[in-house]
């Protein structure tokens, strides 16, 4: 696997870990106002999955960067 290959890769992945988050964010915001899991919304489940979502996004990258940081010390 080329340099350029695996950067590309890791770019690719940060950029999906952080659409997760955000999308589950989104979710929670949805089962907070909608009807999605009951009607009139809910909103205690909701904030929860919400806060997760941004948990995941703001935290995964950040892992994931820090392991590929190890993995580039340990191959030099």
Known sequence: M???????NRL???TGVRAFGL??????LA???SDLVRPG???QLGAIV?????IDALFAPR???K??????????
């Open 50 to 54: 919400a806060i997760l979502g941004v």
């Open 2 to 8: 080329g340099d350029e290959s695996k950067h590309r």
């Open 63 to 65: 892992l994931l960067k």
């Open 23 to 28: 999308a589950v964010m989104l979710l929670g």
């Open 67 to 76: 392991l590929w940081d190890q993995q580039d010390a340990q191959s030099e």
């Open 41 to 43: 919304g809910w909103p």
């Open 31 to 33: 089962i907070i106002y």
């Open 12 to 14: 690719l992945a940060y």
